[in-house]
């Protein structure tokens, strides 16, 4: 087995990955954390900007193979709002300790790693984040967030999912007995998909916008050690694992927080059907799909943006923030 027990630090910066055209949060500054087997883990903080009269805490859970500096144009437009920020580089993502030798795998070996990684980092963190919190998520970290809250790991007052990973796509759905078969003989860590060409905008399936979308490329070229590639088995067994535990009987029992959810209109990787079985269950949830929209909504145009961002303020109204 070749997950690693021990902090690597080289390739780490303690600093931020900056390009031009995508600025630093104001104030923002690099926390580092220790996750499970002593793992080092590396969040952002950014200050509200109003010192005096915070509006509370905003979490922002980023998707697979996303990273903090991506996330630097939402964590200003919720400075703006009144809020601090906190973003978390997953264990095996972004600059924090990868899992395995080969650093480009997408690799986790269960979602409560990841789980353990935000209520770690949260904790790190608690007396210097005004209250209330809110957790704001994008696809896999949207799995991420639900359990964790689910569970009662972390306390948010309200939530707001961005295309969350609660299903994922049929094909993956009929590969079940082969992960179980990988996992078993020990080829967790083997890549389920093997790399391919690298992505170009025209090819990309997650957004629409050509600025965002290079954005991400130049961050990758700036700081190589950002990029991830395909997952393994280990990760699509984890991934199914947590995606079934929602639909068991009273797993959101205790998700009575108000919610909101995005979809993409024109999704191509997580199930869409999964967003309005969850909201269905849950006391306190705004559903809806955002037209015309590719799986990486917050990444997307201005005006597809602009109506996931409608839908939080909506969240913040009813959960009095």
């Known amino acids: 087995m070749t997950d690693k027990t021990a902090p690597a630090k080289a390739g780490q910066r303690k600093d ?19 996750g499970s087997a002593g793992r080092s883990l590396r969040a952002c903080m950014a200050p509200a900007l109003t010192y005096n009269n915070p509006r509370g805490t905003v979490i922002v ?5 996303e990273f903090i500096e991506k996330y630097f144009e939402v964590a200003r ?26 650093t480009k795998k997408g690799h986790i070996d269960r979602f409560e790693t990841f789980m353990g990684a935000l209520a770690k980092g949260l904790e790190k963190l608690d007396d210097r984040l005004p209250r209330p919190y809110v957790s704001l998520a994008h696809s896999m970290g949207g799995a991420i967030a639900l359990a964790t809250i689910a569970q009662g790991l972390v306390k948010v007052e309200a939530a707001a999912f961005c295309a969350p990973m609660w299903g994922l796509k049929s094909k993956f759905l009929g590969m079940s007995y082969l992960v179980w078969a990988m996992r078993v003989t020990g080829r967790s860590d083997n890549y389920a998909q093997q790399p391919g060409p690298a992505e170009t905008f025209e090819t990309n399936i997650v957004t629409h916008d050509k600025h965002r979308w290079q954005v991400q490329r130049d961050l990758c070229d700036a700081a190589p050690e950002l990029e991830l590639g395909p997952v393994t088995w ?24 108000p919610v909101f959810i995005a979809s993409a209109g024109e999704e191509k990787l997580v199930d869409n059907a999964s967003h309005a079985a969850v909201c269905a269950r849950l ?11 590719l799986h990486e909504i917050l990444m997307e145009t201005d005006e597809r943006r602009a109506e996931f961002w409608e839908g939080f303020q909506r969240l913040l109204q009813r959960a009095g923030i």
């Open 77 to 102: 437009e919720l400075q703006a709002m009144g809020f601090a920020v906190v973003i978390i580089d997953w264990p095996g993502q972004g600059l924090s300790d990868r899992l395995l030798d080969d």
């Open 61 to 65: 859970c980023p998707g697979r193979t």
């Open 234 to 257: 280990g990760w699509l067994g984890a991934s199914l694992d947590i995606v079934s535990t929602f639909g068991k009987a009273k797993a959101l029992n205790a998700v009575n927080i």
């Open 16 to 34: 931020f990955v900056l390009v031009p055209g995508n600025p630093a949060p104001d104030g923002a500054e690099i926390v580092w954390f220790e």
């Open 283 to 293: 006391p306190d949830c705004e559903h809806v799909t955002v037209e015309g929209a």
